[in-house]
């Protein structure tokens, strides 16, 4: 549906794991800490097989932190001397401080096709950043969100609610930063201790784990109470994330009237 009624789409993996150490991220223990990367060209060659062979336009890659910067650039100059960046929509991850250092990078970005970026903002306030060994800034949110509008890239943003702090005031703090920042898309996501992370380690040491069931750590339950909420309340907020986003008749209407196919209701 995102790419079109009749669309293919496809996967496409173009690295494994992450440079970063993220204490609630389950991806960098999974690869071991190390970030394996195919060549641009090969990331190339894989794009315009898909394309060619089975008519898939739509291409999401899988890279949890595709890591802007020269291999990116080479991949975009790859897809557009192939001739498919014209044809193909490509949808990927990114982080906040990569989006804004590699600003430059953006326009020929969308001209490779990307036109659809996710960043992982999280937060609010500086300290619970601080906590999750993140490393971006709240105060780059918006900035990063914005240069993404400004290059016609659909800017979506991820959140965590939940944390251990947290507190209907501090949820409340957080949806009021969201509307600051306002990407095209927010997806709020309950903080979920998956196995093998800090976090999972840290809320098994304490006794914060309410539930057993696995199928319920899909970042929609809450797992664990906050030492203000509890677990219900917790969901609770969550719903109010969602209702609070998209139930403003600004965005409303901004979906009814945008001439962005990903937008436009
Ligand atoms: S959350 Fe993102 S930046 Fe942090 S370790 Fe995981 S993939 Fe890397």
Same mark, same amino acid.
């Given at each position: ?34 970030? *394996?990367?195919?060549?641009?060209? *090969? ?27 020269? *291999? ?47 960043? %992982? ?13 993140? %490393? ?70 304490? %006794? ?46 901004? %979906? ?10």
């Amino acid at each position: 549906m995102i790419a079109g009624p009749n669309a293919g789409y496809a996967m496409v993996e173009a690295s494994r794991g992450c440079l970063h150490k993220c204490t609630f991220c389950s991806q960098w223990p999974y690869w071991g800490g190390r970030w *394996r990367t195919k060549s641009p060209k *090969r990331i190339a060659d894989e794009m315009e097989h898909i394309y060619n062979e089975y008519d898939i336009s739509f291409l999401w890659l899988t890279d949890d932190n595709l890591g802007l910067g020269k *291999r990116t650039s080479d991949l975009c100059d790859e897809l557009i001397k192939k001739g498919v960046s014209d044809n193909i929509t490509l949808f990927l991850q990114a982080r906040s401080d990569d989006i804004i250092n590699q600003k430059k990078l953006l326009p020929k970005m969308r001209k490779a096709g990307n036109y659809w970026i996710m960043a %992982g903002l999280e937060r609010h306030d500086e300290k619970t950043i601080g906590n999750y060994h993140k %490393g971006i800034k709240p105060s780059d949110s918006k900035l990063s969100m914005d240069l993404l509008k400004e290059n016609g890239i659909f800017a979506q943003a991820t959140l965590i609610m939940g944390d251990r702090n947290d507190s209907h005031s501090s949820i409340q703090q957080l949806r009021d930063f969201v509307n600051y920042v306002d990407p095209d898309l927010a997806i709020f996501m309950v903080l979920t201790p998956f196995p093998g992370t800090d976090l999972y380690k840290k809320a098994d040491e304490n %006794g914060w784990l309410e539930e057993d069931n696995w199928a319920n750590y899909d970042m929609v339950h809450a797992i664990m109470p906050t030492e203000h909420l509890t677990v219900p309340e917790v969901e609770e907020e969550l719903y109010l994330c969602y209702r609070d986003f998209y139930g403003s008749m600004k965005r409303r209407l901004t %979906g009814v009237f945008s001439k962005h196919n990903l937008i436009a209701t």
